[in-house]
């Protein structure tokens, strides 16, 4: 079982940066595929940025390319999302999810919440 703890959201101004932690535990997720995703108040949950199990294979929705990063450090059992550039339409619930490669992502943080005020 993996265990997923996300931290590091808070409150910004527009144009400000912010870095997402996920933190694992119960068992290393070195060999899983790993994902943010985000949900805003009245709209369903978005696929933000993955990242491959080795860390060579990254993808990022349209609305985030060119100013977030998602990285990993499988030593520290932790993934990261660096948000820079950050404009109000960013404020959401973020979570972090792991998955088998092949499978659905299976678990899931409690999320963190990120406000963008203009």
């Known amino acids: 079982q993996v265990q997923l703890v996300e931290s590091g959201g808070g409150l910004v101004q527009a144009g400000g940066s912010l870095r997402l932690s996920c933190a694992a535990s119960g068992r290393s997720v070195s060999y899983y595929d790993m994902g943010w995703f985000r949900q805003a108040p009245g709209k369903e949950r978005e696929l933000v940025a993955t990242i491959s199990w080795s860390g060579g294979s990254t993808y990022y929705a349209d609305s985030v390319k060119g100013r977030f990063t998602i990285s990993r450090d499988n030593a520290k059992n932790t993934v990261y999302l660096q948000m820079n550039s950050l404009k109000p339409e960013d404020t959401a619930v973020y979570y972090c999810?792991?998955?088998?490669?092949?499978?659905?992502?299976?678990?899931w943080g409690q999320g963190t919440q990120v406000t963008v005020s203009s």
């Open positions: 999810a792991a998955r088998v490669r092949g499978r659905s992502y299976d678990y």
